[in-house]
């Protein structure tokens, strides 16, 4: 019986010292984060171009606040400027008469709460996709789909590739990036495989062309998220500066990256 007693105290005693912590966490003052994309799709015209401006939240925040009231625009090296005008109140800010050139340089410009960010980039072309291969007796069990999209690269010169993969699996796109150093000239090939991939279903292929800062930029980003096992979107282990600045205020610069890519595409059916 003491024995019983003896026990049942330590257990009472256990869970009355089971309380309820807060953590009271800093919150960090918010900053920009500009999503500046310029996509142009091999066979379309490039003409209709956003741009998604929010602001950084607290961790456990479930919803992104977009940065609101704006002026954002995109100057050629001939000076003609492009106006983006938000789309209500989305954050996310449009142009319908964009004029997409490659090789030529472009400076975004936006004024945001009284201060000043700018980002400038060349619009870097790139290679059609030649073909896909699959393989159906891949990865470790010998039993997954493996797409490769074959694309030549050019000889004599120095390119940088930003490959996207997209299917119903996962949710988050596959993203990988690639340089020709070794292949230069060569044929060489974007890599996607996925356990759960099957016969009948359907995959977004995108290779876009991209500067070198930008390869750098999302090489970083790629093998953050690689070494915390999240995905690219998921709380980084420190931050990456991409190309945008602050030029009112350095220290408090935005996040994000202005890139202008030529992109082939190719929506595959797996066989």
């Known amino acids: 019986m003491k024995r019983f007693i003896f026990i049942l105290s ?19 003052d918010p900053k920009l984060v500009i999503e500046a994309s310029i996509n142009w799709k091999k066979g379309t015209t490039g003409r209709n171009q956003e741009i998604k401006l929010s602001l950084t939240a607290p961790y456990f ?8 009231g704006a002026k954002v625009s995109i100057t050629d090296q001939n000076n003609i400027i492009f106006n983006f005008i938000e789309d209500g109140t989305s954050g996310v800010y449009r142009n319908t008469n ?13 004024t945001y709460k009284e201060e000043k960010y700018s980002a400038t980039e060349i619009f870097k072309s790139v290679v059609p996709i030649d073909r896909i ?31 996207e ?6 949710v988050i796109p596959s993203l990988s990036v690639f340089d020709d150093k070794f292949t230069n000239g060569n044929e060489i090939f974007g890599f996607y495989s996925e356990e759960d991939l099957k016969s009948g279903d359907k995959v977004t292929i995108r290779n876009y062309g991209i500067s070198e800062r930008f390869y750098n930029y999302m090489f970083i980003l790629l093998q953050q998220t690689s070494q915390s096992g999240g995905g690219p979107f998921q709380t980084q282990p420190a931050i ?8 009112t205020n350095p220290n408090n610069f935005p996040l994000g990256y202005f890139r202008l890519s030529e992109v082939d595409e190719v929506v595959y059916t797996v066989q």
């Open 10 to 28: 330590l257990f009472l005693l256990q869970t009355s010292c089971e309380d309820m912590i807060e953590v009271d966490l800093n919150d960090a």
């Open 61 to 68: 925040d479930k919803t992104i606040p977009p940065a609101n």
């Open 98 to 110: 964009f004029v997409p050139k490659l090789n030529e340089t472009y400076t975004l410009n936006i």
């Open 133 to 163: 291969g699959q393989n159906n007796n891949g990865g470790f069990s010998g039993d997954e789909i493996e797409l490769k999209a074959y694309y030549t690269d050019p000889a004599d010169e120095t390119n940088f590739y930003f490959f």
């Open 165 to 170: 993969f997209i299917s119903d699996i996962p």
């Open 240 to 247: 990456v500066r991409g190309n945008c600045v602050n030029e």
